[in-house]
């Protein structure tokens, strides 16, 4: 096992984060303990090869990024969230690619951050280097919308990175948890805000200040996952499922929909609204749109151009 998670184990935390996931370089720090960043591309048709994630196709329309980080419960250390930054823009730039699925393994999504990377870090490398500020990447950048599938550990980083998602899946065992308080630090890549608009303060500030784990089942009752699933393979083809079903419609009106139902999260209702009006008032521009109501009046089905 790997030693980070046999020292979260024997503590209790089930490898959980300290300061969430580590994604600045610490090289010079620690330059033994970092494993290296490994992109590979095969000689045939220039596409990556990873190290520490696998990448997929497995439905029409469906782009699939699995970490794979099995020994260490799929710690999220600097070149892991490489690669997963760089798949995440392969995809977004991909033009067969419609919906990313963000999944880990049976066992663990994500169980952590990789303490080691981050235990020598001093205040001073971290601001100004802003360490983990490449996370936002995953939310800012990213136009196309993102399922993350959830199952067995999401803890710290993990927690996280599956709040980031735009629809969150879980099994009902899932076990969340944002634990840096018991490491004597506090989420660092966004946990303390997209979990409290996920569940509200009083839940978030509880579940943050004593580090307690959440599973699943609480997951979707609490409105943080959008479904909790019975078992690993029904959480899978219930994503999948998903994925296919959005990457069936226009691109064009599905990332306008992310848009809007992102900045509600951002504007007050009333400036919500107008933005939402433009955006509709927009569309009406696409063909995709006139090909949508064409084919709803005469009952047929929509052939996307997605222009």
């Given at each position: 096992m790997h030693p980070t998670a046999r020292l979260a184990v024997r503590s209790g935390l089930r490898f959980q984060s300290a300061a969430?996931?580590?994604?600045?370089?610490?090289s010079r720090f620690q330059p033994s303990t970092l494993p290296r960043v490994v992109v590979r591309y095969?000689?045939?048709?220039?596409?990556?090869?990873?190290?520490?994630?696998?990448?997929?196709?497995p439905r029409p329309g469906v782009g699939q990024i699995t970490l794979n980080r099995p020994k260490?419960?799929?710690?999220?250390?600097?070149?892991?969230?490489?690669?997963l930054n760089s798949a995440l823009s392969t995809f977004q730039s991909s033009p067969t690619t419609s919906v990313i699925l963000l999944?880990?393994?049976?066992?663990?999504?994500?169980?952590?951050?990789?303490?080691?990377?981050?235990?020598?870090?001093?205040?001073?490398?971290?601001?100004?280097?802003?360490?983990?500020?490449?996370?936002?990447?995953?939310?800012?950048?990213?136009k196309k919308p993102l399922i993350a599938a959830v199952s067995g550990h999401a803890l710290g980083g993990g927690c996280e990175l599956a709040l980031m998602a735009d629809i969150l899946y879980c099994t009902k065992t899932a076990n969340f948890g944002q634990p840096e308080i018991k490491l004597?630090?506090?989420?660092?890549?966004?946990?303390?805000?997209?979990?409290?608009?996920?569940?509200?303060?009083?839940?978030?500030?509880?579940?943050?200040?004593?580090?307690?784990?959440?599973?699943?089942?609480?997951?979707?009752?609490?409105?943080?996952?959008?479904?909790?699933?019975?078992?690993?393979?029904?959480?899978?083809?219930?994503?999948?499922?998903?994925?296919?079903?959005?990457?069936?419609?226009?691109?064009?009106?599905?990332?306008?929909?992310?848009?809007v139902v992102n900045k509600s999260q951002d504007l007050g209702l009333r400036d919500g609204v107008e933005f939402e009006r433009r955006v509709f008032h927009?569309?009406?521009?696409?063909e995709?749109?006139?090909?949508?109501?064409?084919?709803?009046?005469?009952?047929?089905?929509?052939?996307?151009?997605?222009?």
């Amino acid at each position: 096992m790997h030693p980070t998670a046999r020292l979260a184990v024997r503590s209790g935390l089930r490898f959980q984060s300290a300061a969430t996931a580590g994604i600045a370089r610490l090289s010079r720090f620690q330059p033994s303990t970092l494993p290296r960043v490994v992109v590979r591309y095969s000689s045939t048709g220039g596409s990556p090869q990873y190290e520490f994630i696998q990448v997929t196709e497995p439905r029409p329309g469906v782009g699939q990024i699995t970490l794979n980080r099995p020994k260490a419960l799929n710690a999220l250390s600097t070149p892991l969230i490489t690669e997963l930054n760089s798949a995440l823009s392969t995809f977004q730039s991909s033009p067969t690619t419609s919906v990313i699925l963000l999944t880990g393994s049976e066992k663990a999504f994500a169980a952590g951050a990789d303490i080691k990377e981050m235990a020598p870090l001093t205040f001073s490398h971290a601001y100004l280097t802003s360490f983990i500020e490449s996370w936002s990447n995953l939310t800012t950048s990213l136009k196309k919308p993102l399922i993350a599938a959830v199952s067995g550990h999401a803890l710290g980083g993990g927690c996280e990175l599956a709040l980031m998602a735009d629809i969150l899946y879980c099994t009902k065992t899932a076990n969340f948890g944002q634990p840096e308080i018991k490491l004597g630090t506090i989420p660092g890549a966004g946990g303390s805000q997209r979990l409290t608009r996920a569940v509200g303060k009083a839940k978030a500030m509880e579940l943050i200040l004593t580090g307690k784990s959440f599973s699943g089942e609480e997951a979707e009752r609490w409105g943080a996952a959008a479904r909790a699933f019975g078992t690993y393979e029904e959480l899978m083809e219930g994503s999948l499922k998903t994925a296919e079903v959005i990457a069936g419609y226009s691109k064009v009106a599905v990332q306008a929909a992310k848009e809007v139902v992102n900045k509600s999260q951002d504007l007050g209702l009333r400036d919500g609204v107008e933005f939402e009006r433009r955006v509709f008032h927009a569309l009406f521009g696409s063909e995709d749109q006139k090909i949508g109501m064409g084919a709803f009046a005469e009952k047929r089905k929509a052939e996307w151009k997605h222009q």
